[in-house]
């Protein structure tokens, strides 16, 4: 069993900048892209950005392309993602998950183990 927790999230300026942390539980971690996904009030849950077992392969929703980076520390079982230059439209909950391969998806189904969420608020 694979355990996510995410950590990170709260209240920020437009503007400003938070890392969110995800750590994973499991000895396999390393053998799995991890994605990042958020979900406002209202609307679909949708994919941030992805990356790559080892690291070598990253990919990015336009909306957060140039703004936000993920990275990852096998040895620590985390996967980050740093986001920069927040807007309001960036409010949400935002979930770690872990693919079901080792390569980079945008596709919510590729992915089998979720975290709770953390709350990613930015006032304007």
């Known amino acids: 069993q694979v355990q996510l927790v995410e950590s990170g999230g709260g209240l920020v300026q437009a503007g400003g900048s938070l890392r969110l942390s995800c750590a994973a539980s499991g000895r396999t971690f390393s053998s799995y892209a991890m994605g990042w996904f958020r979900q406002a009030p209202g609307k679909e849950r949708e994919f941030v950005a992805a990356i790559s077992w080892n690291g070598g392969s990253t990919y990015y929703a336009d909306s957060v392309k140039g703004r936000f980076t993920i990275s990852r520390a096998n040895a620590k079982n985390t996967v980050y993602l740093q986001m920069n230059s927040l807007k309001p439209e960036d409010t949400a909950v935002y979930y770690c998950?872990?693919?079901?391969?080792?390569?980079?998806?945008?596709?919510?189904?590729?992915?089998?183990?979720w975290g709770q969420g953390t709350q990613v608020t930015v006032s304007s």
């Open positions: 998950a872990r693919a079901q391969r080792y390569y980079t998806s945008s596709y919510y189904y590729d992915y089998d183990y």
